[in-house]
């Protein structure tokens, strides 16, 4: 069985698309796990609707401590050999869990994941991960984690329930990223052979609403963006030093990010955000900067920094 764990809050006008998208999979031994924090549109009333139509679907209502949290309560329950999580304003192919299954299950794979397309706004844009195929665990993470690519989510991809070592972590943005890190560095520590199997079918459709969970980016959001890549840095040094380099490029990264989507915000809060993003980007870009692994992006950022943060801002969005 499949456990598909979907985090809900306030999603009347979306949920019901994701859901029947999933009942309408190739792959039917499947188990739809709505794991509501205290809606205030009927969501929670949908929630008990969709399961009443459904034995496959189960609601519960939570009071809840963020995404992280929800997602935790729904991996407690969850009776499947396997995981997925779909986010409730997203939905998918009907080959979607099918195609990930089969993947996983081939010879040395401890994760599947297919390409997404990004339907925000009625576009319609094919997001590519590098690679088909079986990848290696740090060939993966060496993409990820130099923001080639956007592997830091966790949907759009299937893992073992049973390699689940850690739950997410208690933060409110990035905790889908500091999940798949754990996963799979658990796997890659372990000493047996592990491949992330890439499905290169695009099977998932992204479309974040207003004030969804994966595109809010308070001061608050910010500073855990931060913070989620410090501690990524920190156990890299002491677990696993040979990806020290990346983490620190996904830090270096991750400062900039946040120094300048908080330039609005002249509150206190707003201003320690930036002299943390300023402490970590005076710290680390030196050797980001010499690194050729690192996108040309990051290095024109570390040089502009060097001058200026007023010429960084100006600039930034321009550098491809």
Known sequence: MVSVIIPVYNRINTLRRCVESLLNQTYK?????????????????????????DSRVKS????????????????????GEYLTFVDSDDYVEPAYIEKLLAAINEEGCIMAMCNCIDVRGGGRKECIFPGNGKREIK??????????????????KIYKRDLVKHMFR???YNEDLFFVFDYLLECELSGESAYINMVPDCLYYYSPVENSISVVKTTSDLM?????????????????????????????????????????D???????????????????RGRVIKDKKATF?????????YISMGLLS?????IK
């Open 297 to 305: 992006k990051t290095r024109m950022a570390c040089f502009m920094s």
């Open 60 to 79: 519960m209502h939570v009071e809840g401590d963020g995404v992280a949290d929800t997602r935790n309560r729904g991996i407690a329950v969850a009776q």
């Open 29 to 53: 031994d499947i188990e739809i796990i709505l794991v509501d924090d205290e809606s205030t549109d009927s969501t929670d009333v949908l929630c008990d609707e969709l399961s009443k139509e």
């Open 139 to 156: 060939a993966f993470l060496e993409d990820a984690m130099y923001c080639r690519a956007n592997g830091g989510t966790c949907w759009a």
């Open 170 to 172: 208690k933060y409110n």
């Open 224 to 264: 855990d963006v931060i913070n989620v890549c410090l501690s990524i840095k920190d156990i890299c040094k002491e677990k696993c030093p040979d990806i020290l380099i990346f983490a620190e490029a996904l830090l270096l990264n991750n400062a900039f990010f946040s120094y300048l989507n908080s330039k609005s």
């Open 266 to 284: 002249k509150s206190s809060e707003g201003v320690s955000l930036r002299e943390k993003a300023v402490s970590v980007i005076n710290e680390y």
């Open 314 to 318: 100006c600039f930034y969005g321009m």
